[in-house]
C-alpha cells in the first residue's frame, strides 16, 4: 500500500446525496442516479467545475459508529466548483475546509477496496494519525473518471475501482 499524509486546500463541492444499502446494490445504484442528476443540473453551469476528470464521493466520519452493512448508508455525489453562486436549487453545497489525510491510492475489485480503507486506517494510527470522528471531518473519495467514468458504469457490474482514498486525520 502506497500511503501519505497529505495536506489538501479547501474543498467546494457541488453534490447530490445518495442512500441505501450495500444489499442488491443500492447503494451504489443510488450513487449513479445522483451522479446523473447531478450532471443534468449543472449542464448549464460547466463553467463553474473546477476540474471535469474528477468525481467526489463523500460521507461523514462522525456518527458512524456502530453501523453494519446492513445498514442505510449516506454519501454525497458531486464536482468541485470554483463558486456556489448560480448553482440550481436541487444541488446542495458542502464545503470542506483546509486539513490533512491520510491517503492511498485504491485500484482493484470490491474486496481490494474494503481491505484499501482497513490498512490506510491502520497504517495512519502506525504512523501516529488519529482519524478524525469530530462533526465536519470529511472521508473523500476523489474517483478519476478518465479513461473510464465509473459513475456512468452499472454499480454491479464495476471490477475495478480507481480512486484515492482520503480519511480526515488530526
Known amino acids: 500500500m502506497e500511503a501519505t499524509v497529505v495536506a489538501k486546500d479547501q474543498l467546494q463541492l457541488a453534490v447530490l446525496r445518495a442512500e441505501g444499502t450495500f444489499a442488491d446494490f443500492q447503494l451504489g445504484k ?4 445522483a451522479w446523473q442528476e447531478l450532471q443534468a443540473a449543472l ?3 460547466k ?3 473546477v476540474n471535469d476528470s474528477i468525481g467526489y464521493v463523500i460521507y461523514p466520519q462522525w456518527g ?6 446492513g445498514d442505510n448508508h ?3 455525489v458531486g464536482v468541485q466548483v470554483k463558486s456556489f453562486e448560480d ?3 436541487q444541488v446542495e453545497q458542502v464545503t470542506i475546509p483546509s486539513r490533512r489525510y491520510a491517503a492511498a491510492p485504491c485500484v482493484g475489485g470490491k474486496e481490494e477496496m474494503y ?5 490506510l486506517r491502520e497504517w495512519a494510527i502506525r504512523q501516529g494519525c488519529t482519524i478524525d470522528n469530530s462533526e465536519g471531518a470529511w472521508t473523500v473519495e476523489a474517483n478519476r473518471l478518465k479513461p473510464v467514468n465509473p459513475f456512468e458504469m452499472p ?10 482514498i482520503l480519511y480526515a486525520i488530526k
Open 74 to 76: 449516506t454519501l454525497w
Open 115 to 119: 481491505r484499501m480503507y482497513g490498512e
Open 87 to 89: 448553482l440550481p436549487a
Open 155 to 164: 454499480a454491479e457490474s464495476i471490477e475495478a475501482f480507481d480512486f484515492d
Open 43 to 45: 449542464a448549464d453551469h
Open 64 to 69: 458512524l459508529e456502530g453501523q453494519g452493512n
Open 47 to 49: 463553467s463553474l467545475i
Open 30 to 33: 443510488d450513487v449513479r442516479r
